[in-house]
């Protein structure tokens, strides 16, 4: 168990729909992650916030979003879904928001949240 | 830009089998290097890295060694068990991008059989 947890598990919507994948870090972490992991296009970065501010964005749509809170917790909101949105998103916390030459900031993975899009 | 390649899966194994998973990566700056796995039903758990060339990473028996020479990363293991059956992703980070976000390999199943 590495200490964050996602929610729900597992989610079935329909096309179109809009739906919010709830992340919770590790105790003590700052910074949280969103990777989508995708037949076609593997595991991606998505963005990532550091207590509470975007720090970094990847290859997020615009019809994605997502916020940290003052508790920490953060969520991702997928709008207007599409059939290829259809994927396992995971969401990873680090306790700094940065790695260096010398150091390595490791992020812990939480167990996912599976969207299918019908 | 930044790019892991990793060879395709699945790969099937007895138990007590070596394995090895190749792993080249472009990087553009000063990358770290990950192996990662995940289990059945599970998110993604580090398995080893390597932050400069020629370090190696091991654990649980698993090795790899950091060759900027040949930009690689290959994993290594003498004798597999069912245990380790699972995907596993290189992963590297670039350490120019100060905010560490992974960049992954497409991942290689592995299968070991008794």
């Known amino acids: 168990d590495s200490g964050v947890t996602q929610t729900p598990k597992h989610l079935i919507t329909a096309t179109g729909q809009r739906v919010t994948l709830r992340c919770s870090p590790r105790s003590g972490d700052l910074s949280v992650y969103w990777y989508q992991q995708s037949l076609d296009q593997g595991l991606q970065f998505l963005i990532q916030y550091y207590n509470g501010e975007e720090r970094a964005k990847g290859n997020i749509l615009e019809r994605f979003s997502a916020q940290q809170f003052p508790d920490l917790h953060s969520e991702l909101n997928l709008s207007s879904l599409e059939l290829g949105d259809s994927a396992l998103y995971f969401c990873?916390?680090?306790?700094?928001?940065?790695?260096?030459?010398?150091?390595?900031?490791?992020?812990?993975f939480g167990p996912g949240t599976r969207l299918t899009v019908l | 830009g930044n790019s892991v390649t990793q060879m395709e899966g699945p790969v099937t194994l007895s138990e007590e089998a070596f394995l090895t998973i190749n792993c080249t990566y472009t990087?553009?700056?000063?990358?770290?290097l990950f192996w990662y796995v995940q289990y059945p039903g599970e998110g993604l758990q580090l398995l080893l890295k390597?932050?400069?060339?020629?370090d190696k990473g091991s654990n649980k028996g698993f090795e790899a060694t950091y060759r900027k020479e040949t930009t690689s990363f290959h994993l290594e293991k003498g004798s597999v068990q069912v245990s380790d059956s699972a995907v596993y992703f290189c992963?590297?980070?670039?350490?120019?991008?100060?905010?560490?976000?992974?960049?992954f390999g497409a991942g290689t199943q592995v299968v070991v059989t008794p």
């Open positions: 990873a916390s680090s306790e700094l928001g940065t790695s260096g030459i010398y150091s390595y900031n490791e992020q812990f």
């Open positions: 990087a553009t700056g000063y990358p770290s």
């Open positions: 390597a932050t400069k060339a020629d």
């Open positions: 992963a590297l980070i670039d350490l120019t991008d100060s905010w560490g976000k992974l960049q």
